[in-house]
């Protein structure tokens, strides 16, 4: 499949993920890369994976961070011995805009050089309904249709996503859960004649264009990090839900970038940190907790690392998720005293850990995290090897989540002007049963009335 085909479509025909037939080794490059600002990074990375050229990487690339409040998109933070990679300063304050500012430029270049239009149907728990509305938001010949469940996601992510007055954005509340959003999508998704009248796109993290976009971080603060240690090579710390994001890593990684260690950090939602250390990957009850965009028991992403795992047998990849799917656990075969993977290891925090990293991180150093960063940090805080390096990626702005942050350290102090301005502005959704009936009639009047 051609690069385009593949970020248009999503997912394969067989409902499978995509991944890139080739992983390109960079290590001759290394040492240019390391002089490129984050932009012109971007553009070598995203060139290099696709069929676009240089130039129009570069026009991309500048499109889509220039509504980052940091000149060089991402910031780092020395924060005691660990370097906070701090992702969040597009404009909805979370990693994902990195990801999605991307993809809605790359949606609107392709709409436009194919004609037609795009219909993006998208469920949330919270951070990527924004981000997505975020990226599409007045874009000719597209429009985005958010699903989020009604009374389930923080005041301050539902504003972000209803006060967005343009036309092309449309915001629903249903009666349920979370994966009850994300059923009515899929089933919405698998009914391909409605899918093909209706030209519906998905931003979700199974679109490769969001994992490429990701890439470029390693690249950046390992980069970076050497050059202030003066060492070879970084390990990573990344808090986890769908896996999208830490393999991210795993492909810079095998790309050729010396990254010493990839450390996953989850939630009391823990499948993925346990499958790390015992080669199962068993699925578990999903647990509420304060870093709820990591409140997932299973990681969309973890398909296509485990593409890799099994030594890039597509068929294997086949059975093992069948085998899932079917009695809710798989195992991987491994040699006697190896680890699971040699590059991966994790840990997990608990909610009273998360509450007390905030709390003494804020004390002891006056930096506020957020619940998805402390819940990294306090994994990187328990790694051996001090010495080391260490990059933790902070993938949400603190003021996000200030209700949490409250409790962490006594007071309201997360805020973020941003946020504020929201409060008082109206907000648009329509609330809807728990119904693909509906959602799809939705939808469909919604597209006739204009
Ligand atoms: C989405 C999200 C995550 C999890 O990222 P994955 O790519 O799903 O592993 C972590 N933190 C925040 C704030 C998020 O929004």
Same mark, same amino acid.
């Given at each position: ?135 599409? *938001?007045?874009? #000719? ?8 469940? /009604?009374?389930?996601? +923080? $005041? &301050?992510?539902?504003? %972000? ?112 940190? *346990?499958?790390? #250390? ?8 999903? /647990?509420?907790?304060? +870093? $709820? &965009?990591?409140?997932? %028991? ?153």
């Amino acid at each position: 499949m051609s690069f385009k085909d593949t970020v248009m479509s999503g997912l394969a025909a067989d409902g499978g993920l995509l991944l890139p037939d080739e992983i390109p080794d960079v290590s001759d490059r290394l040492a240019d890369w390391q002089k490129l600002t984050y932009r012109e990074l971007a553009t070598e990375i995203i060139a290099l994976y696709s069929s676009i050229s240089s130039k129009d990487a570069a026009a991309l690339v500048h499109r889509s961070y220039s509504a980052f409040s940091e000149p060089e998109v991402v910031r780092m933070v020395a924060v005691g011995d660990l370097q906070i990679l701090e992702l969040f300063h597009g404009p909805t304050l979370s990693f994902k805009d990195i990801a999605l500012q991307f993809l809605g430029n790359l949606f609107e270049a392709l709409v436009e050089e194919r004609g037609g239009e795009l219909n993006i149907v998208v469920a949330t728990s919270g951070d990527t309904g924004s981000a997505a509305i975020h990226g599409v *938001r007045g874009r #000719e010949n597209m429009r985005i249709f958010v699903l989020h469940p /009604h009374g389930r996601v +923080s $005041p &301050s992510q539902r504003r %972000q996503m209803t006060t967005v007055s343009n036309e092309n954005v449309f915001n629903v509340a249903i009666d349920g859960t979370f994966d009850d959003c994300q059923g009515i999508v899929k089933s919405i998704f698998t009914d391909l004649p409605f899918k093909t009248r209706y030209s519906l796109g998905a931003v979700n993290s199974i679109n490769w264009a969001r994992i490429l976009a990701q890439i470029v971080y390693y690249f950046f603060a390992a980069f970076r990090t050497m050059e202030s240690t003066g060492l070879e090579g970084a390990r990573f710390v990344v808090p986890t839900g769908n896996f999208g994001d830490i393999f991210a890593g795993y492909l810079a990684r095998k790309m050729g970038l010396p990254v010493t260690r990839l450390v996953l950090a989850t939630n009391e939602n823990d499948i993925l940190s *346990r499958f790390f #250390e015992s080669g199962t990957y068993a699925l578990g009850e999903v /647990h509420t907790t304060i +870093s $709820p &965009s990591m409140d997932i %028991q299973v990681a969309s992403n973890f398909e296509r690392y485990l593409y890799y795992r099994l030594n890039g047998d597509p068929a294997a990849v086949g059975r093992a998720m069948a085998q899932f799917r079917d009695s809710g656990s798989m195992t991987v075969e491994r040699q006697a005293g190896e680890p699971v993977d040699e590059w991966i290891s994790s840990g997990s925090a608990d909610t009273q850990q998360t509450l007390e990293v905030i709390r003494s991180t804020y004390k002891d150093h006056g930096y506020l995290l957020d619940p998805h960063s402390a819940v990294g940090v306090h994994v990187a805080l328990s790694l051996e090897g001090a010495g080391e390096p260490t990059i933790c990626l902070a993938t949400a702005h603190p003021a996000k989540f200030s209700e949490s942050i409250g409790r962490a350290v006594g007071s309201k102090v997360a805020r973020h002007e941003m946020l504020d301005r929201l409060t008082d502005m109206p907000e648009q959704f329509t609330v809807l049963p728990s119904s693909l009936v509906a959602v799809r009639g939705w939808i469909e009047e919604s597209l006739s009335a204009g």
